[in-house]
């Protein structure tokens, strides 16, 4: 039986993201080149983006590697909470994090930031 995959990528995203990570082929995120940098985040770009509902789809990564929400310094969490508050509320509609069973990314913690679609003619469906 063949197993249905469930996925925010694009039939051909997700091909590609799955063939890079069976030739092991992926990137660390940490060592993606940052959009922008703050003293404790950055921004970098999703080489794999959930481009079926978003047409931007960034990730907010720590500087200091971490795994977990709850390994986060105390000055991290006040960035993290200016950031919010000050940049990433007025460049995305959406701030989120997948649970840590349905991390693709497990060893460094990390928030989606994403933009919809203007419209659904922009969709890739």
Same mark, same amino acid.
């Given at each position: 039986?063949?197993?249905? @995959? @469930?996925?925010? $990528?694009? #039939?051909? !995203?997700?091909? &590609?993201?799955?063939?890079? $990570?069976?030739?092991?082929?992926?990137? +660390?995120?940490?060592? &993606?080149?940052? =959009? =922008? !940098?703050?003293?404790?985040?950055?921004? @970098?770009?999703?080489? /794999? +983006?959930?481009? @079926?509902?978003? #047409?931007?789809?960034?990730?907010?990564? +720590?500087?200091?590697?971490?795994?977990?929400? !709850?390994?986060?310094?105390? *000055? *991290?969490?006040?960035?993290?909470? *200016?950031?919010?508050?000050? /940049?990433?509320?007025? *460049?995305?509609?959406?701030?989120? &994090?997948?649970? +840590?069973?349905?991390?693709? =990314?497990?060893?460094?913690?990390? =928030?989606?930031?994403? $933009?919809?679609?203007?419209?659904?003619? &922009?969709?890739?469906?």
């Amino acid at each position: 039986m063949t197993k249905l @995959v @469930v996925t925010l $990528r694009t #039939a051909e !995203s997700e091909h &590609e993201y799955r063939v890079a $990570r069976e030739k092991k082929l992926l990137k +660390p995120i940490a060592d &993606e080149t940052p =959009i =922008i !940098s703050f003293n404790y985040w950055r921004i @970098v770009d999703n080489r /794999y +983006p959930y481009d @079926v509902a978003f #047409a931007k789809h960034h990730l907010l990564i +720590p500087i200091r590697k971490f795994a977990e929400h !709850s390994d986060m310094n105390l *000055e *991290e969490l006040c960035e993290l909470n *200016e950031l919010h508050s000050n /940049y990433i509320a007025y *460049e995305y509609h959406m701030m989120f &994090e997948n649970m +840590p069973g349905a991390r693709s =990314i497990k060893d460094l913690y990390h =928030i989606h930031l994403a $933009r919809y679609y203007n419209n659904r003619t &922009e969709m890739s469906l």
